[in-house]
């Protein structure tokens, strides 16, 4: 696969066993209208999968949705396992309405956003370059 790094890229999933794509498809909706580039790669996603799609894509930031159904020790798990994965340059953000009862070692490892507007605004803040 051709790697394409020419614009700041954000990639969005879920983990494994997080059917939820709602929170996905707004942020999405949200990152495209902005002008931002946004890779969702859906539900389910394994560590793995997620950071050779983080290197092949050249991506800078990580968004992953939790629901409030989905299990608070595998999402803290989950959250642990990725950021100790990805390049320590590449932010990890965590949004959904489960977000908030990771542990706080994994609240710690990210950047949690209760609203898809806050996300927008983040990248704005810290100059992402915008796809027009």
């Given amino acids: 696969m051709e790697k394409c790094h020419s614009h700041d890229k954000v990639i969005i999933a ?4 997080e059917g939820h794509l709602l929170g996905l498809l707004a942020l999405k909706a949200a990152l495209t209208l902005a002008g931002y580039k946004c ?8 560590t793995d999968s997620l950071v050779r799609a983080v290197q092949d894509f ?3 930031v990580v968004g992953i949705s ?3 159904n989905f299990s608070p020790h595998v999402a803290s798990s989950y959250v642990l396992a990725l950021r100790g994965q990805l390049p320590t340059q590449c932010r990890l953000w965590i949004g959904g ?3 908030m009862h990771l542990s706080p070692k994994a609240l710690d490892s990210a950047e949690i956003f209760n609203r898809t507007d806050e ?3 983040a990248l ?4 992402f370059i ?3």
């Fill in 58 to 60: 050249g991506a800078t």
């Fill in 119 to 121: 996300a927008v605004s």
């Fill in 39 to 46: 890779i969702n790669l859906g539900a389910q996603i394994p």
């Fill in 124 to 127: 704005a803040k810290v100059g």
């Fill in 66 to 68: 939790i629901s409030s």
């Fill in 130 to 132: 915008k796809l027009n």
């Fill in 97 to 99: 309405a489960g977000a």
């Fill in 14 to 17: 879920t983990p494994p066993g």
